[in-house]
């Protein structure tokens, strides 16, 4: 509220803050009305400044918004269905986003031909309309595509070989101590992985057991404890537990993203 401080990060406990000023009760609204717009006069009265141009600076903020609305670049077009010549292995996961259907099986393949979508906490797909929360409910979002055949290995060109990815998905939320971040790849092999810390970023080398492989070192936003960070290894993601030096708030995971929101408060703030 703008009224007093305290400041949470889920909205259950944004339900909760005790409001800060007491009166009667009333039917009414009698929300004091907002401050009225400078007059006309007073505008006309006031010398007309014009602040000087920065054209590098305007045009750098516009690239950056216009960054923030277009969703990611659309993935490598794969082939559309599998190659007849090929075995299907048992309990391979159709390829298609949102269908976790694995081989064999009957049913037809029901998925997402967009891209997933996380802004400001809520998640869903470009391809349809639908925003949630949480991350459980993301992934039960049915999808909105139907086809009679799932596509579990392609035309098998890429047999043999492995796939580097440029990038995954990755989500974030934290404490007063401790950064927890999310990158989403499915199947690593975690005999393997290899994860790094340093003091301002992680390494990573996280092979899959789909023939993918994702290297790269992630930039952080701010100094962490190496000796006190660490990470495990799930089905669906790698988590990793990166220890703050200063305790303070991480408005981005990566140094090298743009800030989607202010810094935000964690912890109990102190009266004024």
Known sequence: WKCCKTRVLTFDEFLSI???????????DDTPAPEPPLSNVAELAAPAIKPKKVPDLERASQVLSVAQLVPPPPATPQSDSDDPALLVPPNTSCRR????????????????????L???????????????????????????KRKHRHLFIGSGKNNGKEEL??????????????????????????EQAKVEF????????LPTADSTRYKTEVPLFAQINAAKSTYKILGTKLELSLFKVDGSSWPALRSDEWRTAGIIQVGRPGRA
């Not at 340093?198 to 080398?205: C, I, P, R």
């Open 118 to 144: 996380f802004h400001e906490g809520s998640k869903g797909w470009t391809c349809c309309k639908k925003r949630v929360l949480e991350f459980e409910e993301f992934m039960r979002i049915e999808g909105c």
């Open 18 to 28: 005790p409001p800060c000023t007491t009166g009667k009760h009333s039917t009414t």
């Open 97 to 116: 986003r949102g269908c976790n259907a694995c081989s064999p099986t009957n049913t037809p393949c029901v998925y997402h031909p967009g891209q997933a």
């Open 198 to 205: 340093s003091s301002s970023s992680v390494a990573l080398d």
């Open 165 to 190: 990815l440029s990038t995954v998905r990755h989500d974030f939320y934290q404490t007063p101590t401790s950064v927890i971040a999310s990158l989403f790849l499915k199947k690593i092999v975690k």
